[in-house]
């Protein structure tokens, strides 16, 4: 019976990378001995621990040496190599496979975190792939005397559920390979290409040709390589001739798609998710992993979907069956990974868990073998004890014998099978060097273009010779001159490229996309040696010129970021225009600025691919990328948080839709699951049309987001009411429209409040009521109605602690409508953080666009309080608050309350028998003193009056003259906005630039005079006033 056998986990960390050392990463994983300690960046105090069977810390204390190896700095130093990581895992699945048992390593972890690095490697630092079937060759070297061995090996990639057989030598069937099933075998891929192997070297090689597949059949099925599954399979059979038995084992070898997780803004959800196949594997193997987990703890699972991917049947033995399994997972160590970081290391801990069943695989022989030694026994023993059965017996000898030597030829013809195959692989060894020999005359004879991929362990592998004369390069490969390439916004005829006189140039065939160093090209040009070139939508090459244009340099630091990053600078986005020119520390100390640049480089090439579908399938859809928020700010004025989205505009219908970078990259995979069945596929026009609700190039409308207004809410402390222009600014800084607007502090019934009623010190609102009126008036201008008539618009707004926002009613087909929305609000009991709310915020006016089919936004009062005169009750925890303190003393002083009523009669009585006699002695002394004595009270009561006109005096006109300089200073801070948004364009020229220089020179020069006009009236208005009050105390005195 097999023993249960836990799958075993590993964990590497790995150096930081480019993006993680620009912004300036804090390294939040630890490792000690087996247990991973990870600490989340927000909370320094959460920490968790996870333990594993191995623990590896690659991340640090590592240097380079002569021979290009990554090794410890100090000898025994606790860097782990990928020595140290096969000694621990490659060698165990080794020993397991060479016992005749089944072994599978699975390498999961998010895009970039190291798992291609640990399973294939990278120049000389070999993975545990390369290093394994180096061990099992020199094994099989070392003992081929005792055994002979046959390797098979197999390389598949699965992508959005198709199988892709990557040493296949037919072209790819439509759909890709099919996964059956049979008792004996289990699930199997039919007509999978298995191919003998003799040697290490020839495994390298087949790998280098499965990788050439892969590159190639993700540039024509516009597939991203970080999304797809790679499944190297080794087939082991060991005949031992003096045991006369056989040893089978299958080793998988799985890199896994990338495990990150897409971050929805908000309660995003996309309608579509389920429906993608693209995440089907990885979530299918989650749920196996979990079922599996429970089924280890004792926990009663009724079905493990083994079924509900290909990825998870081929795994099938890996996971619960007949399978000595071990999981690698590598992580970033980086802060702004650990959402990321730590999804993976619980996924590997629920791993762990995994109970498997593994056997010894004997092989049919073996199994014959002893049935024929038992049988052979059992006739021995009877020919001992009755000779009269001898000739019987010498029958039942004779069909042993007969048995045996059947049995013998048919290892004979095992053995006949095997050296076919070797020879088959032999005559593939012989062209594939041929090929590379050719290759590599070439490479030093010609300048060639060299394939660039997302995918470092994809890039580097097709290279295109451009020889003497002029060559056609695109889909057509029908002319001797021509070079065929495939991908996305490729044409028949794309691009002539001329090799004339040692000078390269390349010409754009009309309609045609050729990009050359980021920018586009129209016309014949002169290619340089690392010139960078984009074909179509994405086709990414870099130019290597003649060889004595070569030197040593470092064609690495041309990667696929950087080729996107020289076209984005084209475009206009750095890392610069990102960053608050008021704001003077580094971008590269803002992770949040560098992740959003990172994404925008990550998006732009799938926004480029999305618009090549859309052309190809007539979809009349167009996507931009935008980065919002870039120039908003919430109410306190402070940035809002920056972060990618893509807007998506039906051109024919002028429909509009902004989706998030994760909404986008779903649809992007659903956009290619369409593009292959309708364009590659050859679906044509007898394939029914796709039903609107999945199609994922369409969406149902919505309310869009146009932009947002700040009305500063700093008057309403002094009761002095405002009337304002407020410029609506859009995500990226244009005007969106004007906003007229009032704020008016109003009594209880809404009527305004005088100029006595203006207040010196805010401070004496506190405790007290405060009414006002938020008046929206008009909204001029409106960008987003010039562009189509027949759209609307509608404002919302959120006051301090109301729970849910406020809309105005939607206005439609006007670029300059009549709003005439008021809505009144009331604090009962104005609390500091009113107070302090009201000096130093703004009321943030969104401004919402609508589209005819969309629904309006609609004002929910649900947890508000509102008066009857319908105004609304802002600050209620004050209100609340006090309406506790209320609550409590009355059931208090219930208790206490006749004591205080017997209390209150005895010092009422006492306070009558007091005002008798007091009277009495008042009537005495009128009498007495006589009119003299009168005088100076009476003189000294008009003094006080005269003292307290004087005070209410001063007081309103220091009133008007605050609310004067609050309303000049309204045009003093719109000219501050302008100035701020107030930038040259990213390609202006020299003459340009001075231009720029004198309208910022004027900008400045009419703010500053504003701002000191608006100082020096107030400074006059106030010394007029001080002048007044002492002319009038003078007089007084």
Known sequence: MAAKDCVKVAVRVRPFNKREKDAGSRCIVSINSNNLTIQDPRNQQNRRVFTFDFAYWSHSGFVRNKEGL????????????????????????????????????????????????????SGPNKGLVPTLCHGLFQFIRTHHDSRQCQVF?????????????????????????????????????EGLRKVACESAEQVERLMEQGTRTRTTAATHMNANSSRSHMLVALQLKQIFCKECITKQSNVNLVDLAGSERQRCSGSEVDRLKEGTAINLSLTTLGNVISALAEVALGRKVVHIPYRDSILTKLLQSALGGNSRTVMIATVSPADICYEESISTLRYAERAKRIQNKAVVNEGPTERLVNELKTENAKLLLRLSRLDQEGRRGDQETKELRRLLTHNELQIRAIQTLWEQHLQEALK???????????????????????????????????????????????????????????????????????????????????????????????????????????????????????????????????????????????????????HDERDQRSVRSKPSLLAVFYDYIRLMPMVAEANQMSEELNKGVEFKLEIKNLAMSDSKGHDLEKEIAVRVTCVERKQVWVWSKAKFINRKFLMEELYQQQAVGGAGADTPP????????????????????????????????????????????????????????????????????ILIDPTELLGKRLDFVLVLDRCCGLRWLREARNRGVQIGFQMFDCLQPLYTPAVWHDANPLLQHRVQFTALNTSPELLNYLQSSALVLQLWGLQEGCSDLVSCLDGMVVTPGDSIVIDTAAVSENMAVDSAGSELSSSVLHEDLEQLKSSNDALRKENRDLREQLGASAHAGGRGLLSAPCVDSGHQERRGGQRTSCDAELARALKVFYHSMTSVRGQLQRLRRHRPSEDADLPALRLFVDEHAHLLKTFAEQLEECVCALKQDVAAVVRRKREKCAGWS
């Open 690 to 757: 796709l039903p609107r609700e999945k199609d994922p190039f369409w969406d149902p409308l919505e309310p869009l987001h146009l932009g947002s207004a700040h009305l500063w809410l700093q008057s309403l402390p002094y009761r002095i009411p405002v009337e304002e222009q407020v410029e609506v600014v859009g995500s990226e800084g244009t005007e969106e429209a004007i906003l007229q607007t009032q704020l008016v502090p109003c009594h209880p019934t809404g009527l305004p409040l005088g100029e006595d009623d």
């Open 70 to 121: 990554f090794v410890p700095e100090e000898a025994g130093g606790r860097y782990a190599d990928q020595a140290s990581v096969f000694q621990g895992l490659g060698h165990g699945i080794l020993e397991n496979a060479l016992q005749g048992y089944n072994a599978t390593l699975l390498a999961y972890g998010q895009t970039g975190s190291g798992k291609s690095y640990s399973m294939v490697g």
């Open 153 to 189: 090996f197999s390389m598949l990639e699965i992508y959005n559920e198709q199988v892709i057989d990557l040493l296949s030598k037919t072209s790819r069937s439509p759909g890709g390979l099919r996964v059956r099933e049979e008792q004996q075998r289990g699930f199997y891929v």
């Open 428 to 578: 593939d060894w012989e062209t594939q060097y041929t090929n590379i020999t050719q290759e590599r005359r070439m490479m030093q004879t010609f300048p060639y273009m060299l394939n660039v991929n997302e995918d470092v362990q994809l890039s580097g592998v097709i290279k295109l010779f451009i020889q003497e004369g002029d060559w056609d390069v695109g889909l057509e490969d029908s002319s001797p001159k021509s070079i065929s390439i495939r991908g996305l916004g490729i044409q028949k005829r794309h691009a002539i490229f001329s090799n004339q006189k040692h000078r390269v140039t390349v010409t754009p065939v009309s309609g045609s996309k050729v990009t050359v160093n980021g920018i586009p090209i129209t016309e014949k040009t002169e290619l340089q040696h690392l010139d960078r070139l984009i074909l179509g939508s994405n086709s990414t090459y870099l130019f290597i010129g003649f060889p004595a244009d070569r030197a040593a340099d470092d064609w690495s630091r041309f990667d696929y970021h950087y080729f996107h990053s020289e076209l984005a600078a084209a475009e206009g986005i750095r890392l610069d225009s990102l």
